[in-house]
């Protein structure tokens, strides 16, 4: 019953490093989501995706970089670390109906120094 | 324009008594779903309570309800019997029924609610 997953849980980067946020679900779900929430904030929405190879930018997409070659994963990409990029990366999936609740993965607290 | 607005930054509550927090909402689309998410200290979002707008009953799970007003465009949370446990981050968020992006989850901004013993 894992649901939505991500790893790492946390991790601090050097400014200008690359990493990539890894995210999988085992729920079937054709859309999945990224999203970012500074401190005291809502979540904006970065990219997200309406099935494998179909992804589409959100809100906050420039920085990051996204790919989906299956159902099941969705990984996030960040090419050259910056301070901005500090803060908490969820993922999610979903049936996209507007009757249904999306399901959140637990959460990575990203910090750039 | 926000689409979800929450006015209330931070708000108080005794233990066991009730609780209301706020939001509105702005859209023109007749089919939509409203959604509230608890996100505690330790940083995950848990879904509380969903109300659509075809629904002609408030949701209710719980010591959860939604005080839905479809011409006010507002669908407040009420926490009855308010328990130290609640004490999180509450956040109000809206699903379009149109397609394309307007099928995204938009949040507002949050509610920090802190139970009082």
């Known amino acids: 019953n894992a649901g939505v997953t991500q790893t790492p849980k946390f991790r601090i980067l050097k400014i200008g490093q690359s990493m990539t946020l890894q995210c999988t679900q085992d729920m079937n779900h054709n859309y999945m989501y990224w999203y970012r929430q500074d401190p005291g904030m809502g979540l904006k929405l970065i990219y997200y995706?309406?099935?494998?190879?179909?992804?589409d930018k959100g809100e906050v997409p420039n920085g990051y970089n996204v790919s989906r070659s299956t159902t099941e994963d969705f990984p996030l990409r960040l090419e050259l670390a910056a301070p901005s990029q500090t803060s908490v990366y969820f993922c999610?999936?979903?049936?996209?109906?507007?009757?249904?609740?999306?399901?959140f993965g637990p959460g990575t607290r990203l910090t750039v120094l | 324009a926000q689409k979800i607005t929450q006015t209330q930054p931070g708000m108080f509550v005794q233990e066991k008594e009730a609780v209301t927090l706020d939001c509105t909402y702005d859209t023109s689309d007749p089919s939509y779903g409203l959604f509230w998410y608890k996100q505690p200290s330790s940083g995950e979002m848990i879904f509380l309570i969903y109300q659509g707008s075809y629904d002609q009953q408030n949701a209710t799970e719980g010591r959860y309800s939604l005080n839905f007003q479809k011409a006010r465009k507002s669908a407040n949370l009420v926490i009855s019997a308010s328990q130290l446990g609640d004490s999180a981050m509450y956040f109000c968020a809206m699903r379009e029924g149109g397609g394309g992006s307007q099928g995204n989850l938009i949040f507002g901004k949050g509610t920090k609610l802190s139970v009082k013993p």
């Open positions: 995706s309406v099935g494998a190879g179909i992804t």
């Open positions: 999610a999936s979903d049936r996209r109906l507007f009757t249904d609740t999306q399901y």
